[in-house]
């Protein structure tokens, strides 16, 4: 058969002419090139439309369209709440950055990065090159593989500069309860975790973060960006954010509602301010996308209203420069909230920022290009595309009483970014359909899943039930609904049983249960021993992924996010949550213990363990960081005897910085490794390595290349 096709395939070539033959091999190489058709960056109709809406100041039209035709420059992020992200600064600053103004691409001389002026302790950077220029030129290749690196690592997030606004504005503080409801592909959610770990002493705040989203397949890119920062605070469930569940925790005994202290609510839009990276936005844009999702924005941003608590504050934001998503959606909120809402007046919140506010007055357009002043102008034929929540109210007193110039509309020709849209919502009240909203239940305690009888299994199934839109509060006396098992039998006294199976189920992926350890769980009085835990450390928090056979790997939440689990696994979709801290080591059970260190979930262990600890030096890091099985020799003294006091088995490996020498790492560092018998290693991920020895000066990028070259010759 083989041979058969070649042969046709012979023929087919004998019988081309010769310019046939060179119009294939052009088709070949624009093929190879990229040759898509180049897309041209011009429609009349988005031009014709925001001309006449007049959201751009007079005399800057030509600006405002010349910017949205050159690539979005790339900017950078540096992780705030990791204790070495100064060293990351410094190191960019005195290395990489230093390095780019001496280098030309394409004849165009490289500008020096630029902190934003508006984003807090220089942790936010922005350069004249776009991530197209910077992952292709062979100039770039090594701050390209810093950047790849360190991402993957979770201490820089490659991330558009509008988009690092909302986080900021949500001001988040470690206690505060925060959802995000529309949060892939994750990087504002990870803005959130790191401002909850603000404080790096403390391992577990109080606060946590329930990350949302509809698309399945997208709550794994979420979970992908958000296991990078390691953090016990935060769990990814699934679910349309219009019809969100409604929440149970437990509070002293009682079951009562969770309200949001901060709510982020971005929601989908056509984007149109994202031109200038989404460059097929050009050919596709009509009014039509914006109209088909004004109903949807609205929906899930009442539901977010609904959750918030009295004093708390919601962040909406898209990433559209049209009032009918924008505008109109805050007027619909603030009209119907009948003052339970008012708009946070957060310029001074963002010094530096360049931003227009919001407009009160604006018409809506079809897709043909017809005009409608208001809602009574709007033929019957059209009143299931145009709604009357797509106008401006016609009452202009109560239309200026809503402050709608508090809202944010950032250009991109102003500060060389993308389009965006943010407005901060104050809630004053309940919502008026809900005034019987409790700030505080005091019911009689109620049963609840007592680990004590049996391991309390929450099973996170991938069925989407039909009961996620029921709230978890009789919307009538605001009284919440009572702790009663699913099943009369006494062997599920403790299990929180998933949803009822519906049609849904044939969408997604069935995840395994999460199952905590109960108090008499034999596996961890060896762990407890063998690391000398402290009594505080919280062993409730600990769960596994599986209910029956061995437990490989154990995970740890906070204790919030434990209590949300427990209370709402036949209404919550959770697609992941916890992080990694020990995984099972069949060799590990002759030396005591049978579960090693996970390097994933150190830093919220470490001030909980009390022994099998080796204080190294910077010399005995890079050693273990370069070196597969380093023999005992070949580290300092001082370790080789604190070594040698130890047993076989998992160890932590920490560096303290000397203050009294400020040339050397001055952040400290905690790595998970193995005593061996004549030799210590670390257990460390590839990126990881990489990110530290970085910040000790070694040359990664040349190493590399060198190791390249030896493997082939």
Same mark, same amino acid.
């Given at each position: ?5 070649? $042969?046709?395939?012979?023929? $087919? ?10 119009? $294939? ?457 009572p702790c009663t098992n699913q099943s009369g039998s006494s062997k599920t006294d403790s299990v929180c049983c998933p ?51 061995k437990k490989r790997q154990l995970y740890m939440v906070s204790k919030e996010l434990r209590n949300v689990l427990l ?147």
């Amino acid at each position: 058969m083989g041979r058969k096709n070649r $042969r046709n395939r012979q023929r $087919r070539t004998e019988q081309r002419s010769p310019a046939e033959e060179e119009r $294939r091999k052009a088709r070949e190489q624009a093929a190879w090139e990229g040759g898509y058709p180049e897309i041209i960056k011009e429609n009349k109709l988005f031009e014709h439309y925001y001309q006449e809406l007049k959201i751009v100041p007079d005399g800057e039209w030509d600006k405002f369209m010349d910017a949205l035709r050159e690539p979005l420059p790339a900017t950078i992020r540096i992780t705030g709440y990791k204790s070495h992200a100064k060293e990351i600064l410094h190191c960019l600053k005195e290395k990489y950055f230093k390095e780019l103004p001496d280098i030309e691409v394409d004849g165009q001389k490289i500008e020096a990065p630029q902190p934003l002026s508006w984003y807090p302790e220089e942790l936010a950077w922005h350069t004249n090159l776009s991530r197209k220029i910077i992952r292709k030129s062979p100039e770039l290749e090594k701050f390209h593989q810093f950047l790849v690196s360190e991402t993957e690592s979770g201490n820089i997030s490659r991330q558009e500069a509008v988009s690092m606004i909302p986080p900021v504005l949500l001001n988040v503080q470690p206690h505060h309860k925060i959802l995000d409801m529309c949060a892939a592909p994750g990087s504002k959610t990870a803005q959130i975790i790191e401002m909850l770990h603000a404080d790096m002493n403390v391992p577990f705040p109080e606060g946590f973060v329930i990350a949302n989203d509809v698309d399945n397949k997208r709550c794994y890119l979420l979970v992908h960006q958000a296991k990078r920062l390691n953090s016990p605070c935060i769990m990814v469930v699934n679910h349309d954010a219009s019809s969100i569940p409604r929440l149970l925790i437990e509070n002293n005994g009682s079951r009562e509602v969770l309200y949001y202290d901060r709510i982020l609510c971005d929601v989908p839009c056509s984007g149109d301010g994202t031109m200038r990276k989404n460059i097929d936005v050009w050919k596709k844009w009509t009014t039509l996308n914006s109209l088909q999702l004004h109903g949807l924005q609205i929906r899930i941003a009442t539901r977010g209203v609904e959750q918030l608590a009295e004093g708390g504050r919601m962040v909406y934001s898209t990433c559209s420069l049209n009032p009918v998503e924008d505008e109109a959606v805050i007027v619909s909120l603030l009209d119907k909230s009948e003052g339970s809402l008012e708009l946070a007046d957060v310029a001074s919140e963002l010094p530096g920022l360049k931003w227009m506010p919001g407009i009160t007055q604006w018409r809506v357009m079809t897709k043909e290009g017809q005009w409608f002043e208001k809602w009574e102008d709007v033929p019957t034929s059209r009143h299931t595309q145009i709604r009357p929540t797509m106008f401006p109210l016609k009452d202009e007193e109560k239309l200026k009483s809503m402050n709608l110039n508090r809202c944010m509309r950032i250009l991109p020709h102003h500060q060389n970014t993308g389009g965006f849209f943010v407005a901060v919502l104050i809630k004053k009240a309940p919502m008026p359909w809900n005034k019987r909203q409790p700030k505080l239940q005091r019911r009689p305690p109620v049963s609840v899943c007592d680990a004590s009888v049996a391991p309390e299994i929450v099973k996170a199934v991938a069925d989407i039930s039909a009961i996620a839109d029921e709230p978890a509060v009789d919307a009538e006396n605001g009284e919440t609904k009572p702790c009663t098992n699913q099943s009369g039998s006494s062997k599920t006294d403790s299990v929180c049983c998933p949803p009822p199976s519906k049609k849904m189920k044939l969408f997604g992926f069935k995840e395994d249960p999460f199952v905590f350890l109960s108090e008499d769980d034999p596996i961890f009085e060896p762990i407890q021993k063998f690391y000398a835990l402290d009594p505080s450390f919280p062993k409730k928090n600990l769960l596994t992924r599986t209910q029956e056979g061995k437990k490989r790997q154990l995970y740890m939440v906070s204790k919030e996010l434990r209590n949300v689990l427990l209370h709402n696994s036949e209404k919550m979709k959770v697609i992941n949550t916890g992080i990694k801290v020990l995984c099972r080591n069949n060799d590990g059970e002759q030396y005591g213990c049978a579960y090693r260190l996970a390097q994933e979930g150190i830093y919220s262990l470490y001030p909980f363990i009390n022994a099998r600890i080796l204080t190294v030096s910077v010399e005995d890091i890079k050693v273990l960081l370069t070196q597969e099985n380093p023999f005992l020799s070949k580290f300092s003294k001082e370790t080789q005897k604190q070594a040698n006091n130890l047993d076989m088995g998992s160890i932590v490996l920490k560096y303290e910085p000397d203050p009294q020498q400020p040339e050397t790492l001055q952040c400290p560092i905690v790595l998970c490794g193995w005593r061996g018998k004549t030799s210590i290693r670390s257990f460390v991920p590839k990126n990881e390595r990489l990110h530290y020895l970085r910040m000790m000066g070694v040359e990664v990028f040349k190493e590399k290349a060198e190791a390249g070259g030896k493997k082939k010759k």
